[in-house]
């Protein structure tokens, strides 16, 4: 699509379609700005085109005020996200990413709600060293951020771990097939010879995505019921694996989920995806290409805020999608087949499936570090080193170190122990269930403490849940420092929205399942007030609940706020 057909379609194309189309297939000029000494950041154009490359420039929020005064550059650094299919690393990646984190970064790993690892403080001049050491891993970062298919997304669940490995499969193959194809990546970071030039034609160099790629993110995930640990109706595209007699029939499409908004402007939302029909597995790439090149033809490009899938959808509706779907495929899906989910959260602790063991850890909002009273990162370190299976990152930030032999369990077990890692069942069930983003202090969009704190607030209303006597009760619970939603807040029971420092929006009822949104209970309120709504709340569920009642069908049925199943309705 040129840029002359963006403007008669959505009105004049929006900075970033032109900063894409100047770029030479996400290439501009990242060489030079890398090289360039003077600098810790890079200019801001480029730090665009660097997503598409799994990339993000930040700086510490913690200093900057400090070094606005002393009329230094904020303190620049970099994130990188590598992706990392269905979440699954070998002993010998993990070891690298360690190692790299240590050497370039903050000494601390992320596991995102992706299921991918994130590296925070990364300089400038170290940026190079790290691609190349990622690589040499058989990782890369391509796409890992960028208006372009991000990480695949697949469940974790190791209980199902025979068909775990066919999904898993899967996720590589759409993540393969949804690669841009330009070589802008391997010529920056990995020396290789640049052997075509920018006269080439867009089909040639991106047979899908074209010289101006998606207008924005685009979400993939593969639930395997009953478990929705993906959350599969926040994705842009899902696929529900379908089981007949423990073997995979296909696969129920859902299109155009998504968690971001923005605050004060009610032309935006979080929305759940949708169920369009059913497909077999050999024919899900073809699927998912498809419906990539309809958002890649009708997003809007003029209006960033309006750009995912979801408003795409919501714009023309399901009956145009399914349309334009059958049209492009040359054939029809199939009726959705039955499916159920009862939980989105993970199953902590061992758990045998397909004649392996995989033990659930919890990781405290997804960071690997190491603490006073807890070497965490030390102990899976050491695992690795004598890991003979895999590790699983969950969609939940949480861990599994998976596939462990019968003879290789005592020593990981002696391990666990030495190191006193965690499955978290001595927590709470509702941190158990609870998700927080990175937020401050690197997160440039953040509002709001996120990661940080969602830890001590839980402390507080945890001494509610123990006076109410629901400690083992399980309540989903997230926390994101901005609307944007990587955490996906609007699918928490409980949710909290940050909107400035100390101050969140309070949103309650969301399924249990991940199946409903939540709704806007109390606006802008800080930690007094949170604890004071909640506490009346949770005593009343306690006290007046039916059987197996989650809480999120409770505050509805209570009257607390109303029922969410769709974003259209999200401000109403």
């Given at each position: 699509?040129?840029?002359?057909?963006?403007?008669?379609?959505?009105?004049?194309?929006?900075?970033?379609?032109?900063?894409?189309?100047?770029?030479?297939?996400?290439?501009?000029?990242?060489?030079?700005?890398?090289?360039?000494?003077?600098?810790?950041?890079?200019?801001?154009?480029?730090?665009?085109?660097?997503?598409?490359?799994?990339?993000?420039?930040?700086?510490?929020?913690?200093?900057?005020?400090?070094?606005?005064?002393?009329?230094?550059?904020?303190?620049?650094?970099?994130?990188?996200?590598?992706?990392?299919?269905?979440?699954?690393?070998?002993?010998?990646?993990?070891?690298?990413?360690?190692?790299?984190?240590?050497?370039?970064?903050?000494?601390?790993?992320?596991?995102?709600?992706?299921?991918?690892?994130?590296?925070?403080?990364?300089?400038?001049?170290?940026?190079?060293?790290?691609?190349?050491?990622?690589?040499?891993?058989?990782?890369?970062?391509?796409?890992?951020?960028?208006?372009?298919?991000?990480?695949?997304?697949?469940?974790?669940?190791?209980?199902?771990?025979?068909?775990?490995?066919?999904?898993?499969?899967?996720?590589?193959?759409?993540?393969?097939?949804?690669?841009?194809?330009?070589?802008?990546?391997?010529?920056?970071?990995?020396?290789?010879?640049?052997?075509?030039?920018?006269?080439?034609?867009?089909?040639?160099?991106?047979?899908?995505?074209?010289?101006?790629?998606?207008?924005?993110?685009?979400?993939?995930?593969?639930?395997?019921?009953?478990?929705?640990?993906?959350?599969?109706?926040?994705?842009?595209?899902?696929?529900?694996?379908?089981?007949?007699?423990?073997?995979?029939?296909?696969?129920?499409?859902?299109?155009?989920?998504?968690?971001?908004?923005?605050?004060?402007?009610?032309?935006?939302?979080?929305?759940?995806?949708?169920?369009?029909?059913?497909?077999?597995?050999?024919?899900?790439?073809?699927?998912?290409?498809?419906?990539?090149?309809?958002?890649?033809?009708?997003?809007?490009?003029?209006?960033?805020?309006?750009?995912?899938?979801?408003?795409?959808?919501?714009?023309?509706?399901?009956?145009?999608?399914?349309?334009?779907?059958?049209?492009?495929?040359?054939?029809?899906?199939?009726?959705?087949?039955?499916?159920?989910?009862?939980?989105?959260?993970?199953?902590?602790?061992?758990?045998?499936?397909?004649?392996?063991?995989?033990?659930?850890?919890?990781?405290?909002?997804?960071?690997?570090?190491?603490?006073?009273?807890?070497?965490?990162?030390?102990?899976?370190?050491?695992?690795?080193?004598?890991?003979?299976?895999?590790?699983?990152?969950?969609?939940?930030?949480?861990?599994?170190?998976s596939n462990v032999t019968n003879d290789m369990k005592p020593k990981i077990i002696e391990l666990v122990n030495e190191y006193g890692l965690t499955d978290g069942k001595y927590n709470s069930a509702l941190r158990r269930n609870s998700m927080a983003c990175v937020a401050l202090p690197t997160c440039g969009l953040a509002m709001a403490e996120s990661e940080r704190y969602l830890p001590s607030l839980i402390d507080k209303i945890e001494v509610i849940l123990d006076e109410a006597g629901l400690r083992e009760e399980e309540i989903v619970i997230r926390m994101s420092g901005c609307p944007n939603g990587c955490s996906r807040p609007a699918l928490g029971e409980i949710g909290f929205i940050g909107k400035a420092p100390g101050k969140y929006n309070m949103y309650l009822g969301a399924?249990?399942?991940?199946?409903?949104?939540?709704?806007?209970?109390?606006?802008?309120?800080?930690?007094?007030?949170?604890?004071?709504?909640?506490?009346?709340?949770?005593?009343?569920?306690?006290?007046?609940?039916?059987?197996?009642?989650?809480?999120?069908?409770?505050?509805?049925?209570?009257?607390?706020?109303?029922?969410?199943?769709?974003?259209?309705?999200?401000?109403?």
């Open positions: 699509m040129t840029l002359k057909q963006v403007q008669q379609q959505d009105g004049p194309p929006s900075e970033m379609e032109e900063i894409k189309n100047e770029s030479n297939y996400l290439r501009g000029n990242l060489v030079e700005s890398f090289e360039d000494r003077i600098s810790a950041g890079i200019p801001d154009a480029e730090t665009k085109l660097l997503k598409f490359h799994g990339s993000y420039q930040q700086d510490d929020r913690d200093v900057r005020i400090e070094r606005n005064k002393q009329k230094l550059e904020p303190a620049y650094q970099f994130m990188i996200r590598v992706r990392a299919p269905g979440g699954v690393a070998t002993p010998e990646q993990w070891l690298t990413m360690d190692d790299i984190a240590n050497k370039y970064g903050n000494g601390t790993l992320k596991l995102t709600t992706r299921q991918t690892f994130q590296m925070h403080g990364i300089l400038k001049w170290n940026m190079k060293k790290t691609m190349q050491e990622i690589n040499n891993a058989l990782y890369d970062t391509i796409a890992a951020c960028g208006d372009v298919n991000r990480n695949v997304m697949a469940s974790a669940n190791p209980y199902q771990s025979d068909v775990h490995a066919e999904v898993y499969e899967w996720s590589k193959k759409l993540s393969e097939h949804l690669l841009p194809r330009t070589r802008a990546y391997h010529e920056i970071w990995l020396d290789e010879e640049k052997v075509v030039d920018s006269l080439e034609s867009e089909e040639e160099v991106e047979p899908i995505y074209g010289a101006q790629y998606l207008p924005r993110k685009f979400k993939i995930g593969i639930a395997v019921p009953p478990s929705n640990d993906v959350d599969i109706y926040s994705q842009d595209l899902g696929f529900i694996a379908i089981i007949e007699d423990g073997d995979l029939k296909g696969f129920n499409i859902t299109a155009g989920g998504g968690m971001g908004m923005t605050h004060g402007d009610t032309n935006t939302y979080p929305q759940l995806s949708r169920v369009i029909g059913f497909c077999t597995p050999d024919k899900i790439v073809d699927v998912a290409e498809k419906i990539l090149t309809i958002q890649r033809d009708y997003g809007n490009r003029s209006e960033r805020k309006n750009a995912r899938f979801k408003y795409t959808i919501d714009r023309r509706g399901l009956d145009w999608l399914k349309s334009e779907l059958h049209e492009r495929l040359g054939w029809e899906l199939e009726e959705e087949r039955p499916y159920t989910f009862d939980h989105n959260g993970d199953r902590y602790g061992w758990l045998k499936g397909d004649g392996k063991w995989h033990l659930t850890l919890f990781i405290q909002n997804g960071r690997i570090a190491d603490w006073d009273d807890y070497p965490l990162m030390t102990g899976l370190r050491e695992i690795a080193k004598v890991h003979t299976g895999d590790f699983r990152m969950t969609p939940n930030q949480n861990l599994i170190i399924g249990f399942t991940g199946d409903r949104l939540n709704k806007l209970y109390k606006e802008n309120i800080g930690e007094e007030e949170i604890l004071a709504s909640l506490k009346p709340i949770l005593f009343q569920y306690a006290k007046e609940r039916e059987e197996n009642e989650r809480f999120g069908d409770f505050v509805i049925r209570a009257g607390y706020v109303e029922e969410v199943r769709s974003g259209l309705d999200f401000h109403n």
